[in-house]
């Protein structure tokens, strides 16, 4: 792999990690749009008892092709860069300018949706039918999960382990957001917050523990569920891409741009609630969020035409 692949990796983790920043919005829409998302899980799921036994070996090398390592890297280097260049100037956009930020990434996530249902393989009628299906089952599921509230926090390691699985299974799915998994369950301010006292050198044997069993459930969950993702693509590519085009669908619903704020005593905003409304008048805030939206769709399209003259895009099935 060459350092010019290996930028463009970095690149695009530097969007995966900007993008997992904003509420409803998940790193594995962009992965799914930038056309690495089969090369990511196939890459996560190979973490296995083969790969220990080639590290127990000394066969450091094959381990590193086994995983795909030097991807992994150039993504993972993006991912953590993007969270922290990106962490600061994001807040600053959703807390002062919400509704156009929202339309933005509105925008961006409906012409990716209609790229991604393009990826679908269609042979005749019926399967076309059933894409459509699938598609909308997924878009429901996503809606039911962005609609939900806070399910309250439970005491323990085993929830806290629990909760690492879910939410890093969330955050490779399109559409649904892991961070906003991690609020629902309870978790997200603890999380975060021992995350923050560790930064700053402020650690308590507890929060170390918490933090250990939380990132153990993390890898658990990333491997398994990436085995599954790796599977379905394989075997059933067109459904699989439909279900996933589906949640991303139906995540518009948490980034839809005009919304009621329910909870102005909250600060922060990934802990705040709100209800997506129409606007009651055309007034220069829709226009704008109109036009920012649009214009997304038109970038997504207009990239996408520009990637596909200059390069072939990366096959979104893998090998079981």
Not at 234 to 241: F, G, L, V
Request: hydrophobic share 50%; aromatic share 10%; net charge positive.
């Amino acid at each position: 792999m060459s350092l010019k692949k290996d930028l463009r990796y970095v690149a695009c983790g530097l969007l995966m990690g900007s993008a997992d920043i904003v509420p409803g919005v998940s790193g594995g829409t962009v992965a799914l749009i930038l056309g690495i998302y089969a090369r990511l899980v196939g890459a996560i799921s190979r973490f296995d008892a083969r790969l220990v036994g080639l590290i127990v070996r000394g066969k450091f090398r094959e381990a590193a092709l086994q995983v795909d390592l030097r991807f992994l890297i150039a993504l993972g280097l993006g991912i953590m860069t993007g969270i922290a260049i990106f962490a600061t100037v994001m807040s600053h956009f959703l807390e002062h300018y919400l509704s156009y930020t929202m339309a933005a990434f509105f925008g961006l996530i409906l012409g990716s949706s209609w790229l991604v249902a393009s990826m679908v393989r269609r042979e005749n009628v019926w399967s076309y039918f059933g894409a459509v299906v699938i598609g909308i089952v997924g878009a429901l599921i996503a809606l039911a999960i962005v609609t939900q509230h806070g399910l309250g926090s439970q005491p323990g390691n085993i929830y806290t382990f629990q909760c690492g699985a879910i939410a890093i299974c969330a955050m490779i799915l399109p559409g649904i957001s892991g961070a906003y998994i991690l609020v629902l369950l309870g978790k997200y301010s603890e999380i975060t917050g021992i995350i923050k006292d560790v930064v700053h050198l402020d650690i308590t044997s507890e929060g170390l523990v918490t933090l250990g069993v939380f990132a153990l459930g993390c890898g658990v969950g990333l491997v398994l569920f990436s085995k599954v993702l790796r599977w379905l693509l394989a075997r059933w590519n067109a459904e699989t891409i439909s279900l996933l085009c589906g949640f991303m669908i139906g995540s518009l619903y948490r980034i839809w741009p005009f919304q009621r704020d329910l909870t102005p005593e909250v600060e922060k905003i990934q802990f705040k609630r709100f209800q997506p409304i129409w606007p009651s008048e055309i007034n220069s805030e829709v226009v704008i969020c109109l036009a920012i939206a649009i214009s997304a769709v038109v970038v997504v399209l207009v990239i996408n035409r520009f990637a596909q003259r200059k390069n072939q895009p990366e096959s979104q099935t893998v090998s079981y």
